[in-house]
Structure formats: C-alpha cells, structure tokens
C-alpha cells in the first residue's frame, strides 16, 4: 500500500528507539522507501547499521556528509519525501522543530520538508507533561503536525505514567492513513455498523452469532484513509478500536438502533456490516435460569429492522450499502433484500464458500446494485473494504 511512497523516519535518542527498528522493517514490508535520518544521542542506543540492514537505506547521521549521491543531503532527502514521522520525538527534538531549530542532519531536513509532519512523543512523564512541552506540542499542531498520542504505563525510568511510544504497528497506521490512498472520501461522513449483538436472555446467558467484526473494522479504517469523517458502531469484538475513526460501542440489536438512526442523519454513506440478531428473548429473567428435567423452550420476539428503517429513511444523495450473507439462494435472496429495503447496494457473500466465512481475514463479495451485479475475487478484507468503497464512490458521482 506504500509502493512509491518515500517515509523520512527521524529517530531521536531514547531508548524507545529499539520501536523504530520494528517499524522500519514493516513500512519495508509496505514496500516504502523509507530513508532514516538519526540524532547523534539515537545512535548511542541502536546503530545506524541496523536501520540499514533494515530498510537497504543508508541511515544518515551527519549533516555535512558529504558521500550522499553527491547532492546536498537533507534537501535531497526533503525534495523525495511523501512523509516525515518522528518516532521516538524527545522533548530536545519537538522543542528543536517547534522553534525552527536546524542544528543537526534530522532537524535541518524537516525544515526543508514541506510534506505532512507527524511526531510520536515519547520521554518520562513529569518531562512530557511539563507546560514547556505541551506548549511546543500545540505549536507542531499549530503548524500542521499530527501528534501521536503516547501510552500510559510503565516506563523505562520506572516511572508510571504517560510518556511511553506507541507500539510499531499504531505507528505503522500513521503512515498508511497519510499515504495508503488518494483522499478521495474528504469532506464525506460514512457510518459504518460491525460485528454481532448480543441478547440478554438472563444474567449469565445470551444469544449472539459468530461476527467477528473484521470486514466492519475493515471498511471503516479504508473510509477513513480515503479521507472520510468515519463512526463505527460496534457490537462486542476483539478487535482493537481502530484509528482516526469514532467509535460506538453497542451490545443489543435495540442499542444498535437507536446508534444507527441518530447518526445516519448526519451521514453520507452508511455501510451496515454488522450482523445484528433477528430475534431476541421475549423476556430477560432476572436471576439464572436453572437446569431442570425436561425440554426448555425460550420465546422470542422479532428486534426492529434497522437497514429496513433507514432504507424508509433514506433522504436524497444519501447512500445506503447492505450486507446479506447467506448460506443458499444468494442472489436470488440479496436481490429481494436489495428492492425491499430501498439500497443502493448489498454486498452477498455465502459463508459455506471458502474463505468467505465468519473470523477469518478474507471475503467472497458480490456486490449487488439495481442495474448491474459485480463478483469480486477472493479478497483480504482490507481490499474487499476497498473494493466495496470504489464501486460506492462510482456510483455516487
């Protein structure tokens, strides 16, 4: 997803650093061109030939090195970068670029830089919240830097705190989110529904289905790289909550839609992804349900229609993408659910095709519209995702 991509990797001295090198190896593995640039305190801490071995870049150090392709180094690197990122940023670096600093090869090449900045923060606690820091970090988001956020936990000085690096691969979706496709969502608002429900049939048990979530998750997270403003609404999942997307965390098929019909209002596309349960008890006993002799039989009642409600709802220019997957009949029934519910488009898939079950990373779509009906290969759910996001954007134009 980096192919063509040039990553300026700036690793300043701490001992998160050793974070740098994971990162380095997967943005290689993205197929970036990532070239790291190294404060003289970094290299105390990881050598400049392990970023080298790493990303097949020489990782540059000095700033009158005068070896590198026989051109002035840090505008040359300045002139190719798509991307700068900062990972780990000591309070020394942020105050340095907050200021117009340029006294060493990474300073002086940011400053040439006039692609998108982002700086991952990583010191002891009382540094990171001192007012002196936070001033300069609000200055970088002043200027157009992207701040990343650092984690709460146990640091390497001991201390217990916030101040700690992201892990590579948070770091890694940084860069994909910059880079990984033409923004060609800006300025749209996608609502975007993932996972399963989960009824309560008394304090110990409920009904839910198999849902993982993954194909939901993987829509949001392509939205949001092609530039959309994106809320998820979510089920219960493993899954981590992904970045730049707002996420809603729901059990019940009822809580999911009350969720959906308050924020399609304000939505452009809704993609309804989650499996929400069809039926629910028709009473939640109060204590546990005991074993006794004999048959059990459990009443169950009918949950509201949520892609019926907002098809009925729907107003113009609004787009709106079901899901159908089944295990017979596919087309036949994709296509009734299609007309019946007013959509401009259902993904089927049937979960008895390999590969195209619940919890596992790909997906057999086809996507189904009123005029035209498109089969898609065996995918990962990250290209399905993106598939399914370029036959929306066509027809919507």
Known sequence: MLQGKTIVLGVSGGIACYKAAALASMLVKHHADVQVIMTAHATEFVTPLTFEQLTGNRALVDTFDRNFERK?????VADRADLVLIAPATANVLAKLANGLADDMLTTTVL?????????PAMNTRMYENPVTQDNLNKL?????????????HLACGAEGKG???????????????LAHEKDLNGKRVLVTAGPTQEDLDPVRYLTNRSSGKMGY??????ARRGAEVTLISGPVSL??????????IRSAQEMYEAVMAAAKNADIVIKAAAVADYRPASVADNKLKKKDGELAIPLERTKDILAALGESKRPGQFLCGFSMETENMLENSRKKLEKKHLDLIAANNVKVAGAG???DTN???LIAPDEMKELPLLSKDAAADALLDEIMHRMK
């Not at 040439?112 to 991952?120: L, N, T």
């Not at 690096?165 to 770091?171: D, N, S, T, V």
């Open 358 to 360: 619940f919890a596992v």
């Open 141 to 153: 988001r002043h200027y157009g830097w992207e701040i990343v956020e650092p984690g709460a936990g």
């Open 218 to 223: 993987a829509i949001a997270k392509a939205a």
């Open 364 to 366: 057999v779509l086809t």
């Open 72 to 76: 002035v180094a840090h505008v040359s």
């Open 240 to 249: 981590a909550a992904p970045k730049y997307v707002n996420l809603v965390p």
């Open 164 to 178: 700690r690096l992201p892990e590579p691969e948070e770091l890694l979706e940084v860069c994909l989110h910059a």
């Open 112 to 120: 040439a830089c006039d692609c998108p900045k982002a700086a991952a």
